[in-house]
């Protein structure tokens, strides 16, 4: 395939909330996407209701990020057959709330490799191409259990706290040849995830952000308008206002 005019970004856990709205908004805004997510039936029908704007390629592949050498293996693949990687979004992730003697080292090796160890394996594939084209994007989506997780989160908070870890060693690392690292860590955001874990009971409607909420976020970050907070952590959450807060933390 050839290579694209337009900048390419990577998405996991693309078919449904955060993933689908940052893939739908993107490719509305002239960036070509390529969606990664397990199920290959789901993510399709989902690609397929993208209206992206004329010209932008949406690209779909199955795979589980979850698998550091699957992850890094997509990404590579990926570079070769768009011909660039401008953004890779890590969005793929695993939050079933587990008390802390359930949590067994399996939970927890698990949920460390779709939240951390993926991730870093993707960011990992696509390093090199980035430092040879002189710069490149990498969003990591992380939590707001990162710094106050939920009681049960023992495993996904200690995850996302890792993640943030990630961002700062990328942008450590990468800042000087143009690699540009975020962490967005939402707070309640209103997906299935989200519902297989708190009823609206725990966890009310008017507590959560929309999944479009957290892609605006995104995209100012893949576009150059939050170049202020590189390497650091994005914390977004649906304010006593009903507006989006967002501050920043390390």
Request: charged fraction near 25%.
């Amino acid at each position: 395939m050839a290579s694209s005019s337009n900048p390419v970004t990577l998405i996991t856990g693309a078919s449904s909330g955060i993933g689908l709205s940052t893939s739908r908004l993107l490719a509305q805004q002239g960036i070509d996407v390529v969606m990664v997510a397990r199920n290959e039936e789901r993510l399709r029908k989902a690609a397929g209701g993208i209206d992206a704007a004329e010209g932008v390629r949406v690209e779909t592949i199955a795979a589980d990020m979850g698998n550091p050498a699957r992850a890094e293996a997509t990404v590579r693949g990926v570079i070769e057959r768009m011909g660039r990687l401008d953004v890779l979004i890590n969005n793929a992730g695993m939050g079933e709330v587990r008390a802390i003697p359930e949590s067994d080292d399996q939970f927890i090796e698990t949920t460390f490799a779709v939240n951390v160890l993926g991730p870093m394996a993707a960011i990992r594939g696509a390093w090199k191409h980035w430092l040879e084209r002189g710069g490149g994007c990498v969003v990591n989506i992380s939590s707001w259990a990162a710094r106050d997780p939920f009681p049960g989160f023992f495993a996904y908070g200690a995850s996302k706290a890792a993640l943030n870890g990630v961002t700062r060693s990328c942008h450590n690392d990468g800042h000087e040849a143009g690699v540009r690292a975020f962490s967005v860590c939402p707070g309640a955001v209103e997906t299935p995830m989200l519902r297989a874990s708190f009823d609206e009971k725990t966890v009310g409607k008017e507590l959560c952000l929309s999944p479009e909420d957290v892609a605006k976020v995104v995209l100012a970050c893949v576009r150059g308008e939050r170049d202020s907070e590189v390497g650091r952590a994005i914390y977004v959450r649906r304010g006593e206002d009903g507006g989006v807060e967002i501050t920043i933390g390390d």
